[in-house]
């Protein structure tokens, strides 16, 4: 199993950040997959999830109506769009095979002026 993000950077209050998780290794287009989040002093937060066939996405309260997932099973990818990002979205960014222990090596956004 091989799971790889890109896409983190720093971006000024309100902007755009779209993140991409290429995975390999494993079924793709039955497996579920989640978007995490974590600040150093913080625990790791679940930002998001969606189904294998895209069928069932949720969201964590905090990114709700400004963070999408996305995914594209043909190209074995997951996306997350951010926008309107404020500063409180500042962390690693990680791709996680929804229920297993398997997680990319994670991309770092920052948002600040």
């Known amino acids: 199993v091989r799971i790889v993000e890109s896409g983190g950077g720093l971006v000024q209050p309100g902007g755009s950040l779209r993140l991409s998780c290429a995975a390999s290794?494993?079924?793709?287009?039955?497996?579920?997959m989640t978007w995490f989040r974590q600040d150093p002093d913080e625990e790791r937060e679940l930002v998001a999830y969606i189904t294998g066939d895209s069928g069932h996405i949720n969201y964590a309260d905090s990114v709700k109506g400004r963070f999408t997932i996305s995914r594209d099973n043909a190209k074995n990818m997951v996306y997350l769009q951010m926008d309107s990002l404020k500063p409180e979205d500042t962390a690693v960014y990680y791709c996680?095979?929804?229920?297993?222990?398997?997680w990319g090596q994670g991309t770092q956004v920052t948002v600040s002026s």
């Open positions: 996680k095979i929804a229920g297993s222990g398997y």
């Open positions: 290794g494993f079924t793709f287009s039955t497996t579920g």
